[in-house]
């Protein structure tokens, strides 16, 4: 039995990345619904609206779900809290080291997940009391590491014994089938979920990625310490800019974040910030979750079946 499944719980090793004003209660429950991991993602929420997005899917499903905590979000003590009182089974954790959060959640029995983009860190979060570490590459959306998922995943296998989910870089069957070649034991998916029919997001958003190449993201913010991949617009202009004129991390921030939710509430998708994986090529039209899911175990399980050259 595949051990991300025996250990959270669900039927299929399939997560939702958390993605900031995205992954909400509707893409969420649908995801769980359908036998993956929905996944909130709670960066930008204050700790009231997180509440009440965690009610929001315990009324749509009883299945399992986790929240995603943004390491750097202005609220992650508060949002920690929520995450206990509330008893959420699994928490995965991204844009920084989660060290100090470990020990209260091993002890509530939540299950803990880093997103991690490099090795050490990887070994790192092993020996503070992860229960899983999700190994991201270089090709996923938003906040990004340097390292590719083909030459991550087999590396952090080989360094953890703790089972690796793998994201960055897939969105069907053939991904998911080579994820688990690599020595993963699931998948996170941010980009394809992202242009599900469920997803709470503009529809300018949804067709921009389905309009995009396997070269339309680019990666900004590098002199910040902190690169984001988006899709190259006017946006993507105004951060290079910023960083020739040396601005600060925080107005980056804000630029960042702003232009986010412009993104995926209003359809600005001129100035606002698409933040999705290079992947998005792939993608040719908006799918229901469950066809999704559906497409990728199919697919998937005949790969493997037939793997032998
Ligand atoms: O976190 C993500 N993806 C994100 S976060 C985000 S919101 C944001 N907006 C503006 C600027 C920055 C972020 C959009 N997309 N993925 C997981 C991830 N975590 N990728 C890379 C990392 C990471 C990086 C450094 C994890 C740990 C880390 O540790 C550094 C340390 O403290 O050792």
Redesign the pocket.
């Known amino acids: 039995m595949n051990r991300i499944c025996e250990m959270l719980g669900i039927r299929y090793p399939i997560f939702l990345g958390g993605m900031?004003h995205v992954s909400r209660a509707p893409l969420v429950a649908a995801v769980s619904a359908a036998g993956g991991l929905g996944i909130i993602g709670s960066?930008g929420m204050s700790p009231e609206d997180l509440r009440e997005e965690i009610s929001a899917v315990r009324r749509k499903t009883d299945t399992v779900f986790g929240v995603n905590l943004?390491l750097?979000d202005p609220y992650i003590d508060e949002q920690v809290n929520v995450v206990l009182s509330e008893h959420v089974p699994v928490v995965t954790t991204?844009?920084?080291?989660p060290a100090k959060y470990m020990e209260c959640f091993a002890k509530a029995g939540i299950k803990i997940l880093p997103?991690?983009?490099a090795v050490a860190?990887a070994r790192r979060m092993e020996r503070a009391g992860a229960d899983g570490i999700i190994a991201?590459g270089t090709e996923?959306?938003?906040?990004?590491?340097e390292v590719t998922t083909i030459v991550l995943v087999p590396q952090i296998v080989d360094a953890v014994s703790v089972p690796v989910v793998a994201a960055g870089g897939i969105a069907d069957g053939r991904g998911f089938a080579a994820a688990i070649m690599l020595g993963a034991e699931g998948v996170q998916m941010g980009t394809r979920f992202l242009a599900s029919v469920e997803a709470p997001v503009h529809d300018n958003f949804k067709n921009a990625i389905l309009a995009a190449n396997e070269r339309s993201t680019r990666v900004t913010?590098r002199s910040f310490g902190?690169p984001?991949r988006t899709i190259a617009n006017q946006m993507t202009k105004r951060f290079v800019n910023y960083e020739k004129e040396g601005r600060s991390f925080e107005e980056f921030?804000d630029l960042?974040?702003g232009g986010l939710q412009r993104a995926v509430y209003e359809g600005d998708v001129t100035s606002g910030s698409l933040?999705a994986g290079q992947i998005a090529g792939l993608i040719a039209e908006t799918r229901p979750v469950e066809a999704i899911i559906k497409e990728m175990i199919t697919t998937a399980n005949k790969l493997l079946r037939e793997g032998a050259l």
């Open positions: 900031a960066g943004l750097l991204g844009a920084g080291n997103v991690v983009p860190l991201e996923a959306g938003g906040h990004v590491g913010g902190a984001v921030e960042a974040v933040m």
